[in-house]
DNA sequence: TGGTAAACGGAACATGGTTCCGTATGTTGG
DNA sequence: CCAACATACGGAACCATGTTCCGTTTACCA
Protein backbone atom coordinates (compact mmCIF):
# COMPACT_ATOMS: atom_id res chain seq x y z
CA UNK A 1 0.00 0.00 0.00
CA UNK A 2 1.24 3.11 -0.97
CA UNK A 3 0.08 6.01 1.83
CA UNK A 4 -1.34 8.38 -0.65
CA UNK A 5 -0.65 11.69 1.16
CA UNK A 6 -3.80 14.18 1.07
CA UNK A 7 -2.78 17.32 -0.32
CA UNK A 8 -3.09 20.07 1.92
CA UNK A 9 -6.42 22.19 1.93
CA UNK A 10 -4.67 25.78 0.92
CA UNK A 11 -3.22 23.69 -2.10
CA UNK A 12 -6.66 22.09 -3.47
CA UNK A 13 -8.67 25.30 -3.27
CA UNK A 14 -6.04 27.10 -5.35
CA UNK A 15 -5.94 24.57 -8.11
CA UNK A 16 -9.67 24.95 -8.13
CA UNK A 17 -9.09 28.62 -8.55
CA UNK A 18 -6.87 28.31 -10.97
CA UNK A 19 -9.04 26.34 -13.11
CA UNK A 20 -11.32 28.69 -12.63
CA UNK A 21 -9.13 31.88 -13.45
CA UNK A 22 -7.33 30.19 -16.33
CA UNK A 23 -11.25 29.27 -17.81
CA UNK A 24 -11.83 32.80 -17.42
CA UNK A 25 -8.54 34.18 -19.11
CA UNK A 26 -9.11 31.87 -21.84
CA UNK A 27 -12.01 33.19 -22.71
CA UNK A 28 -11.30 36.79 -22.99
CA UNK A 29 -7.80 36.46 -24.27
CA UNK A 30 -7.38 32.85 -25.58
CA UNK A 31 -5.41 29.95 -24.55
CA UNK A 32 -2.33 31.80 -24.99
CA UNK A 33 -3.15 34.24 -21.93
CA UNK A 34 0.00 35.53 -20.06
CA UNK A 35 0.49 33.49 -17.13
CA UNK A 36 1.04 36.76 -14.84
CA UNK A 37 -2.79 37.17 -15.64
CA UNK A 38 -3.88 34.24 -15.07
CA UNK A 39 -2.09 34.31 -11.55
CA UNK A 40 -3.61 37.72 -10.71
CA UNK A 41 -7.09 36.53 -11.52
CA UNK A 42 -6.68 33.70 -9.03
CA UNK A 43 -4.71 35.94 -6.87
CA UNK A 44 -1.64 34.16 -6.35
CA UNK A 45 1.60 33.99 -7.15
CA UNK A 46 3.10 32.68 -10.76
CA UNK A 47 5.11 30.15 -8.20
CA UNK A 48 1.57 28.65 -7.77
CA UNK A 49 0.71 28.17 -11.39
CA UNK A 50 3.59 25.83 -12.33
CA UNK A 51 3.01 24.43 -9.02
CA UNK A 52 0.35 22.61 -10.22
CA UNK A 53 0.11 22.58 -13.44
CA UNK A 54 4.07 22.71 -14.89
CA UNK A 55 2.97 23.34 -18.25
CA UNK A 56 0.59 25.51 -20.38
CA UNK A 57 -0.65 21.83 -21.84
CA UNK A 58 -1.11 20.61 -18.23
CA UNK A 59 -3.59 23.29 -17.76
CA UNK A 60 -5.68 23.77 -21.02
CA UNK A 61 -6.53 20.05 -20.32
CA UNK A 62 -7.62 20.38 -17.21
CA UNK A 63 -9.68 23.46 -18.32
CA UNK A 64 -11.44 21.46 -21.23
CA UNK A 65 -11.17 17.71 -20.07
CA UNK A 66 -14.82 17.84 -19.46
CA UNK A 67 -15.55 18.79 -23.13
CA UNK A 68 -13.46 16.97 -24.32
CA UNK A 69 -14.89 13.71 -22.61
CA UNK A 70 -18.37 14.47 -23.52
CA UNK A 71 -17.17 15.21 -27.42
CA UNK A 72 -15.30 11.47 -27.47
CA UNK A 73 -18.34 9.63 -25.15
CA UNK A 74 -21.42 11.41 -28.29
CA UNK A 75 -19.27 9.26 -30.59
CA UNK A 76 -20.72 5.78 -30.35
CA UNK A 77 -24.32 7.21 -29.78
CA UNK A 78 -24.03 9.18 -32.77
CA UNK A 79 -23.35 6.05 -34.78
CA UNK A 80 -26.66 4.58 -33.53
CA UNK A 81 -28.99 7.33 -33.74
CA UNK A 82 -28.05 8.67 -37.15
CA UNK A 83 -29.42 7.27 -40.61
CA UNK A 84 -26.03 6.43 -42.07
CA UNK A 85 -22.90 6.26 -40.95
CA UNK A 86 -21.57 9.10 -43.10
CA UNK A 87 -23.99 11.31 -41.56
CA UNK A 88 -22.87 10.19 -37.67
CA UNK A 89 -19.28 11.03 -39.15
CA UNK A 90 -20.49 14.34 -40.25
CA UNK A 91 -22.27 15.19 -37.05
CA UNK A 92 -19.37 13.91 -34.97
CA UNK A 93 -17.42 16.33 -36.62
CA UNK A 94 -19.82 18.94 -36.33
CA UNK A 95 -19.54 18.59 -32.82
CA UNK A 96 -15.73 18.53 -32.91
CA UNK A 97 -15.35 22.11 -34.27
CA UNK A 98 -18.65 23.25 -32.38
CA UNK A 99 -16.05 22.52 -29.74
CA UNK A 100 -12.62 24.06 -31.48
CA UNK A 101 -14.40 27.29 -32.79
CA UNK A 102 -15.13 28.26 -29.48
CA UNK A 103 -11.73 28.03 -27.76
CA UNK A 104 -9.36 30.87 -29.07
CA UNK A 105 -6.69 29.88 -29.67
CA UNK A 106 -6.93 25.84 -29.08
CA UNK A 107 -6.44 24.87 -32.63
CA UNK A 108 -3.61 26.67 -32.90
CA UNK A 109 -1.70 25.18 -30.22
CA UNK A 110 -3.09 21.64 -31.24
CA UNK A 111 -0.64 21.85 -34.03
CA UNK A 112 2.17 24.23 -33.06
CA UNK A 113 5.63 22.11 -33.18
CA UNK A 114 6.02 23.72 -30.04
CA UNK A 115 7.43 20.92 -26.93
CA UNK A 116 5.12 22.84 -24.56
CA UNK A 117 1.45 21.61 -26.07
CA UNK A 118 3.03 17.91 -26.71
CA UNK A 119 0.91 16.92 -23.62
CA UNK A 120 -2.10 18.69 -25.04
CA UNK A 121 -2.04 16.85 -28.60
CA UNK A 122 -1.20 13.65 -26.62
CA UNK A 123 -4.26 13.97 -24.89
CA UNK A 124 -6.56 15.02 -27.75
CA UNK A 125 -5.18 12.35 -29.93
CA UNK A 126 -5.77 9.31 -27.42
CA UNK A 127 -8.93 10.36 -26.53
CA UNK A 128 -10.26 11.34 -30.78
CA UNK A 129 -8.41 9.18 -33.04
CA UNK A 130 -10.30 6.18 -31.70
CA UNK A 131 -13.45 7.53 -31.51
CA UNK A 132 -12.82 9.22 -34.98
CA UNK A 133 -11.47 5.69 -36.06
CA UNK A 134 -14.81 3.71 -35.22
CA UNK A 135 -16.67 6.06 -37.05
CA UNK A 136 -14.75 6.50 -40.24
CA UNK A 137 -14.46 2.42 -40.19
CA UNK A 138 -18.16 2.31 -39.96
CA UNK A 139 -18.60 4.36 -42.87
CA UNK A 140 -15.47 3.18 -44.89
CA UNK A 141 -16.90 -0.74 -44.29
CA UNK A 142 -20.25 0.78 -45.44
CA UNK A 143 -18.91 1.93 -49.08
CA UNK A 144 -19.81 5.23 -48.46
CA UNK A 145 -16.32 6.83 -47.72
CA UNK A 146 -13.12 6.67 -49.49
CA UNK A 147 -10.73 4.48 -47.89
CA UNK A 148 -6.75 5.09 -46.59
CA UNK A 149 -8.20 8.06 -45.07
CA UNK A 150 -7.00 7.87 -41.42
CA UNK A 151 -8.68 9.08 -38.57
CA UNK A 152 -5.69 10.99 -37.65
CA UNK A 153 -5.43 13.02 -40.61
CA UNK A 154 -8.86 13.69 -40.76
CA UNK A 155 -9.03 15.11 -37.11
CA UNK A 156 -5.88 17.02 -38.13
CA UNK A 157 -7.61 18.57 -41.26
CA UNK A 158 -10.78 19.58 -39.58
CA UNK A 159 -8.36 21.17 -36.67
CA UNK A 160 -6.57 22.82 -39.11
CA UNK A 161 -9.74 24.60 -40.86
CA UNK A 162 -10.60 25.30 -37.32
CA UNK A 163 -7.72 27.62 -36.78
CA UNK A 164 -8.22 31.29 -36.55
CA UNK A 165 -11.95 30.66 -36.47
CA UNK A 166 -14.15 33.97 -35.41
CA UNK A 167 -11.72 36.25 -36.53
CA UNK A 168 -12.83 37.09 -39.70
CA UNK A 169 -16.76 36.90 -40.41
CA UNK A 170 -15.91 35.19 -44.21
CA UNK A 171 -14.32 32.11 -43.34
CA UNK A 172 -16.96 29.67 -41.86
CA UNK A 173 -14.85 27.02 -40.47
CA UNK A 174 -18.29 24.54 -40.60
CA UNK A 175 -18.81 24.64 -44.07
CA UNK A 176 -15.24 24.03 -45.08
CA UNK A 177 -15.27 21.36 -42.72
CA UNK A 178 -18.56 19.98 -44.43
CA UNK A 179 -16.72 20.70 -47.67
CA UNK A 180 -14.00 18.17 -46.51
CA UNK A 181 -16.06 15.61 -45.38
CA UNK A 182 -18.31 15.08 -48.34
CA UNK A 183 -15.03 15.26 -50.19
CA UNK A 184 -14.65 12.01 -48.40
CA UNK A 185 -17.46 10.41 -49.88
CA UNK A 186 -17.26 7.62 -52.01
CA UNK A 187 -19.38 8.70 -55.21
CA UNK B 1 8.25 65.62 -61.15
CA UNK B 2 8.95 64.83 -57.71
CA UNK B 3 12.69 64.16 -57.53
CA UNK B 4 13.32 60.74 -56.38
CA UNK B 5 16.40 60.84 -54.30
CA UNK B 6 18.33 57.40 -55.22
CA UNK B 7 19.02 55.60 -51.96
CA UNK B 8 22.74 55.18 -50.81
CA UNK B 9 24.99 52.81 -52.31
CA UNK B 10 25.10 51.02 -48.51
CA UNK B 11 21.28 51.10 -48.22
CA UNK B 12 21.05 49.25 -51.32
CA UNK B 13 23.69 46.74 -50.93
CA UNK B 14 22.81 45.61 -47.64
CA UNK B 15 18.82 45.50 -48.51
CA UNK B 16 20.11 42.80 -50.94
CA UNK B 17 22.50 41.35 -48.58
CA UNK B 18 19.27 41.26 -45.96
CA UNK B 19 17.10 39.65 -48.19
CA UNK B 20 19.56 36.73 -49.09
CA UNK B 21 20.22 36.46 -45.73
CA UNK B 22 16.46 36.27 -44.74
CA UNK B 23 16.04 34.22 -47.30
CA UNK B 24 18.41 31.78 -45.75
CA UNK B 25 17.17 31.91 -42.12
CA UNK B 26 13.68 31.04 -43.63
CA UNK B 27 14.69 27.72 -44.72
CA UNK B 28 16.40 27.02 -41.81
CA UNK B 29 14.33 28.69 -39.00
CA UNK B 30 11.03 29.30 -40.70
CA UNK B 31 9.41 32.59 -41.11
CA UNK B 32 9.93 33.29 -37.44
CA UNK B 33 13.30 33.52 -37.55
CA UNK B 34 14.83 35.68 -34.78
CA UNK B 35 15.85 39.18 -35.98
CA UNK B 36 19.06 38.81 -33.96
CA UNK B 37 19.58 35.60 -36.58
CA UNK B 38 18.96 37.57 -39.66
CA UNK B 39 21.03 40.69 -38.57
CA UNK B 40 23.79 38.46 -37.98
CA UNK B 41 24.13 36.44 -41.29
CA UNK B 42 23.71 39.58 -42.78
CA UNK B 43 26.86 40.84 -40.68
CA UNK B 44 24.50 44.06 -40.12
CA UNK B 45 22.73 45.52 -36.75
CA UNK B 46 19.16 45.26 -36.04
CA UNK B 47 18.16 48.39 -36.22
CA UNK B 48 19.16 48.25 -40.01
CA UNK B 49 17.17 45.72 -40.87
CA UNK B 50 14.05 47.72 -39.37
CA UNK B 51 14.89 50.52 -41.24
CA UNK B 52 15.05 48.27 -44.50
CA UNK B 53 11.54 45.94 -43.39
CA UNK B 54 10.05 48.07 -40.76
CA UNK B 55 7.61 44.85 -40.26
CA UNK B 56 8.50 41.07 -40.34
CA UNK B 57 5.92 40.88 -42.86
CA UNK B 58 7.29 43.34 -45.53
CA UNK B 59 10.14 41.22 -45.07
CA UNK B 60 8.80 38.03 -45.98
CA UNK B 61 6.87 39.80 -48.93
CA UNK B 62 10.31 41.23 -50.57
CA UNK B 63 11.73 37.47 -50.16
CA UNK B 64 8.77 35.97 -51.50
CA UNK B 65 7.66 38.14 -54.16
CA UNK B 66 8.85 36.62 -56.73
CA UNK B 67 7.33 33.26 -56.30
CA UNK B 68 3.89 34.69 -55.30
CA UNK B 69 3.90 36.20 -58.48
CA UNK B 70 4.57 33.53 -60.52
CA UNK B 71 1.67 31.49 -58.76
CA UNK B 72 -0.64 34.09 -59.44
CA UNK B 73 0.00 34.05 -62.99
CA UNK B 74 0.26 30.77 -63.69
CA UNK B 75 -3.90 30.76 -63.37
CA UNK B 76 -4.66 32.37 -66.69
CA UNK B 77 -2.36 29.52 -68.22
CA UNK B 78 -4.07 26.69 -66.48
CA UNK B 79 -7.48 27.88 -67.14
CA UNK B 80 -6.17 27.17 -71.09
CA UNK B 81 -4.08 24.27 -70.55
CA UNK B 82 -6.48 22.37 -68.82
CA UNK B 83 -8.81 19.83 -70.05
CA UNK B 84 -11.87 21.67 -67.84
CA UNK B 85 -12.70 24.49 -65.43
CA UNK B 86 -12.32 22.27 -62.39
CA UNK B 87 -9.01 20.37 -63.49
CA UNK B 88 -7.39 23.62 -63.71
CA UNK B 89 -8.60 25.15 -60.14
CA UNK B 90 -7.20 21.83 -58.73
CA UNK B 91 -3.87 22.30 -60.32
CA UNK B 92 -3.54 25.41 -59.63
CA UNK B 93 -4.51 25.09 -55.85
CA UNK B 94 -1.41 22.54 -55.77
CA UNK B 95 0.45 25.20 -57.35
CA UNK B 96 -0.77 27.23 -54.22
CA UNK B 97 0.34 24.06 -51.82
CA UNK B 98 3.65 23.50 -53.20
CA UNK B 99 4.46 26.62 -52.86
CA UNK B 100 3.56 26.95 -48.99
CA UNK B 101 4.73 23.27 -47.41
CA UNK B 102 8.21 24.79 -48.27
CA UNK B 103 7.67 27.95 -46.52
CA UNK B 104 7.82 26.94 -42.58
CA UNK B 105 5.99 29.20 -40.57
CA UNK B 106 4.37 30.83 -43.68
CA UNK B 107 0.71 29.72 -43.37
CA UNK B 108 1.12 29.88 -39.59
CA UNK B 109 1.42 33.89 -39.95
CA UNK B 110 -0.78 34.04 -42.94
CA UNK B 111 -3.06 33.26 -40.51
CA UNK B 112 -2.48 34.66 -36.99
CA UNK B 113 -4.65 37.37 -36.26
CA UNK B 114 -1.66 39.32 -35.41
CA UNK B 115 -1.17 42.66 -36.37
CA UNK B 116 2.37 42.00 -37.43
CA UNK B 117 1.36 40.50 -40.26
CA UNK B 118 -1.03 42.43 -41.78
CA UNK B 119 0.47 43.64 -44.52
CA UNK B 120 1.35 40.01 -45.55
CA UNK B 121 -2.18 38.58 -45.15
CA UNK B 122 -3.27 41.74 -47.39
CA UNK B 123 -0.46 41.10 -49.54
CA UNK B 124 -1.70 37.47 -50.45
CA UNK B 125 -4.95 38.46 -50.60
CA UNK B 126 -4.58 41.26 -53.44
CA UNK B 127 -2.44 38.96 -55.41
CA UNK B 128 -4.43 35.76 -55.56
CA UNK B 129 -8.05 36.31 -54.77
CA UNK B 130 -8.72 37.75 -58.29
CA UNK B 131 -6.66 34.54 -59.37
CA UNK B 132 -8.21 32.05 -57.37
CA UNK B 133 -12.01 33.76 -57.99
CA UNK B 134 -11.24 33.63 -61.97
CA UNK B 135 -10.50 30.02 -61.76
CA UNK B 136 -13.60 29.04 -59.39
CA UNK B 137 -15.92 31.03 -61.71
CA UNK B 138 -15.15 29.40 -64.72
CA UNK B 139 -15.77 26.01 -63.01
CA UNK B 140 -19.09 27.18 -61.14
CA UNK B 141 -20.32 28.70 -64.71
CA UNK B 142 -19.46 25.30 -66.11
CA UNK B 143 -21.58 23.86 -63.69
CA UNK B 144 -18.40 21.98 -62.19
CA UNK B 145 -18.31 23.22 -58.82
CA UNK B 146 -21.05 24.29 -56.37
CA UNK B 147 -21.68 28.07 -56.28
CA UNK B 148 -21.49 30.23 -52.98
CA UNK B 149 -18.48 29.35 -52.09
CA UNK B 150 -15.72 32.44 -52.64
CA UNK B 151 -12.61 32.52 -53.29
CA UNK B 152 -11.33 34.15 -50.31
CA UNK B 153 -12.10 31.43 -48.07
CA UNK B 154 -11.38 28.50 -50.25
CA UNK B 155 -7.87 29.71 -50.03
CA UNK B 156 -8.09 30.33 -46.69
CA UNK B 157 -9.08 27.00 -46.34
CA UNK B 158 -6.00 25.70 -48.44
CA UNK B 159 -3.75 28.10 -46.66
CA UNK B 160 -5.04 26.30 -43.25
CA UNK B 161 -4.66 23.19 -44.11
CA UNK B 162 -0.99 23.61 -44.60
CA UNK B 163 -0.36 24.88 -41.30
CA UNK B 164 2.24 22.46 -39.89
CA UNK B 165 3.13 20.45 -43.39
CA UNK B 166 6.40 18.63 -43.04
CA UNK B 167 6.56 18.32 -39.42
CA UNK B 168 4.26 14.71 -39.06
CA UNK B 169 4.55 12.53 -41.85
CA UNK B 170 0.94 10.92 -41.09
CA UNK B 171 -0.36 14.64 -42.44
CA UNK B 172 -0.12 15.22 -46.12
CA UNK B 173 -1.92 18.51 -46.87
CA UNK B 174 -2.31 17.88 -50.62
CA UNK B 175 -4.14 15.05 -50.05
CA UNK B 176 -6.42 17.09 -47.63
CA UNK B 177 -6.82 19.90 -50.16
CA UNK B 178 -7.63 17.32 -52.68
CA UNK B 179 -10.13 16.25 -50.60
CA UNK B 180 -11.60 19.72 -50.12
CA UNK B 181 -11.71 20.25 -54.25
CA UNK B 182 -13.58 17.63 -54.39
CA UNK B 183 -15.73 17.98 -51.91
CA UNK B 184 -16.64 21.39 -54.11
CA UNK B 185 -17.67 19.67 -56.78
CA UNK B 186 -20.94 19.44 -57.86
CA UNK B 187 -22.06 15.63 -58.30
C1' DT C 1 1.17 23.85 20.90
C1' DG C 2 5.40 23.20 18.58
C1' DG C 3 7.88 21.04 14.73
C1' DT C 4 8.01 19.78 10.04
C1' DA C 5 7.08 19.34 5.35
C1' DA C 6 4.19 21.21 1.93
C1' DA C 7 2.96 25.18 -0.46
C1' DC C 8 3.35 30.00 -1.46
C1' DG C 9 4.95 34.52 -3.53
C1' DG C 10 7.41 37.08 -6.34
C1' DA C 11 12.10 38.56 -7.49
C1' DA C 12 15.39 37.23 -10.78
C1' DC C 13 16.66 35.32 -15.11
C1' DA C 14 16.19 34.06 -20.23
C1' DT C 15 14.52 35.10 -24.70
C1' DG C 16 13.03 37.74 -28.43
C1' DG C 17 10.80 41.93 -30.49
C1' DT C 18 11.36 47.05 -30.86
C1' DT C 19 13.20 51.72 -30.23
C1' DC C 20 16.54 55.27 -30.12
C1' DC C 21 20.50 57.95 -30.55
C1' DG C 22 25.53 58.68 -30.96
C1' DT C 23 28.61 57.49 -34.66
C1' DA C 24 30.15 56.53 -39.33
C1' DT C 25 29.86 57.12 -44.19
C1' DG C 26 28.13 58.13 -48.96
C1' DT C 27 27.12 62.14 -51.64
C1' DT C 28 27.36 66.59 -53.51
C1' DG C 29 28.48 71.64 -54.22
C1' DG C 30 32.39 74.51 -54.22
C1' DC D 1 39.91 67.38 -53.41
C1' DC D 2 37.46 68.85 -49.49
C1' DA D 3 34.01 70.14 -46.40
C1' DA D 4 29.44 69.83 -44.78
C1' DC D 5 25.28 67.55 -44.69
C1' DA D 6 21.92 64.05 -44.83
C1' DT D 7 21.53 59.32 -44.86
C1' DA D 8 22.36 55.03 -42.86
C1' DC D 9 24.48 52.19 -39.40
C1' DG D 10 25.21 49.56 -34.89
C1' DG D 11 23.96 47.88 -30.88
C1' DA D 12 22.75 49.15 -26.16
C1' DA D 13 18.58 49.66 -23.79
C1' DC D 14 13.81 48.73 -23.15
C1' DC D 15 9.60 45.97 -22.91
C1' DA D 16 6.84 41.84 -22.68
C1' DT D 17 6.53 36.94 -21.42
C1' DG D 18 7.79 32.47 -20.07
C1' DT D 19 10.39 30.00 -16.41
C1' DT D 20 13.10 29.04 -12.22
C1' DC D 21 14.43 29.35 -7.54
C1' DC D 22 14.55 30.18 -2.77
C1' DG D 23 13.32 32.58 1.57
C1' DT D 24 8.98 32.78 3.96
C1' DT D 25 4.46 31.25 5.34
C1' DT D 26 1.04 27.94 6.57
C1' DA D 27 -1.49 23.62 7.18
C1' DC D 28 -1.22 19.45 9.47
C1' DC D 29 -0.18 16.13 13.05
C1' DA D 30 1.74 14.34 17.21
Redesign the interface.
Known amino acids: MTAVPRKRADARRNEQTLLDAAAAAFVTSGVDAPVRDIAFRAGVGVGTIYRHFPTRADLIVAVYRHQVEACAEAGPALLTDSATPHEALARWIDLFVDFLITKHGLP ?1 AL ?3 DATFETLHAYFLDRLVPVCDTLLAAATTAGQVIPG ?2 A ?2 LL ?2 VG ?2 C ?2 AG ?2 D ?3 PR ?2 T ?7 RA ?1
Do not use: K, P
Open positions: ERSGVGYQRANLIGSDRYDRMALLVAGLQ
